[in-house]
């Protein structure tokens, strides 16, 4: 049986990681979530992909015998994109989101779409043959956090088109 926890090293104000992974051994953790909201402690300009927080916190799980599963690390944008693409914050009836919280994107921007497939394809590379990972997550709370753009209402508008004669009743 796997008995997970998500695991938020990246949130620590001060290194805990060892106690952390002490005591979901000592409770019979044998599964920890982790990375899902590295994307601005793993790449911290375009270029700059620096896995060593991700590669520290396997490294201590693996020890411990705790497998891993790999949260994709796209639901929280880095201020690097958000600078270079502010329309990929999320616009809502309340305006568009400010950059700070989590899920705040629109997942239907180009430009977001191109960065997150490329964060998540140079991770899954990069963590491809570690022996504690044993699954990958694709992405966390990918629901639409009332974004009301235009990406959005094209998309339903696309999708309401060949269904038109189903849901008028011809």
Same mark, same amino acid.
């Given at each position: 049986?796997?008995?997970?926890?998500?695991?938020?090293?990246?949130?620590?104000?001060?290194?805990?990681?060892?106690?952390?992974?002490?005591?979901?051994?000592?409770?019979?953790?044998?599964?920890?979530?982790?990375?899902?909201?590295?994307?601005?402690?793993?790449?911290?300009?375009?270029?700059?992909?620096?896995?060593?927080?991700? /590669?520290?916190?396997?490294? #201590?799980?693996?020890?411990? =015998?705790?497998? @891993?599963?790999?949260?994709?690390?796209? *639901?929280?944008? $880095?201020?690097?994109?958000?600078?270079?693409?502010?329309?990929?914050?999320?616009?809502?009836?309340?305006?568009?989101?400010?950059?700070?919280?989590?899920?705040?994107?629109?997942?239907?921007?180009?430009?977001?779409?191109?960065?997150?497939?490329?964060?998540?394809?140079?991770?899954?590379?990069?963590?491809?043959?570690?022996?504690?990972?044993?699954?990958?997550?694709? /992405?966390?709370?990918?629901? #639409?956090?009332?974004?009301? =753009?235009?990406? @959005?209402?094209?998309?339903?508008?696309? *999708?309401?088109? $060949?269904?038109?004669?189903?849901?008028?009743?011809?």
């Amino acid at each position: 049986m796997l008995f997970a926890v998500a695991c938020y090293d990246e949130y620590m104000p001060y290194d805990r990681l060892d106690a952390d992974v002490n005591m979901m051994k000592e409770t019979g953790i044998n599964v920890a979530r982790i990375a899902e909201s590295t994307w601005s402690t793993w790449s911290r300009a375009k270029a700059c992909m620096d896995s060593s927080h991700i /590669d520290r916190v396997l490294s #201590a799980t693996d020890k411990a =015998g705790i497998r @891993v599963v790999i949260g994709t690390p796209t *639901y929280a944008a $880095p201020v690097w994109l958000v600078k270079k693409y502010p329309a990929i914050l999320a616009p809502t009836p309340q305006g568009q989101y400010k950059f700070g919280r989590r899920q705040n994107r629109d997942i239907t921007n180009a430009d977001f779409r191109r960065h997150a497939e490329t964060v998540i394809r140079k991770l899954m590379q990069h963590l491809l043959d570690h022996p504690a990972v044993i699954g990958y997550q694709v /992405d966390n709370e990918t629901k #639409a956090y009332k974004t009301s =753009g235009a990406n @959005v209402q094209a998309r339903f508008v696309d *999708y309401l088109k $060949p269904n038109i004669p189903r849901l008028a009743g011809v």
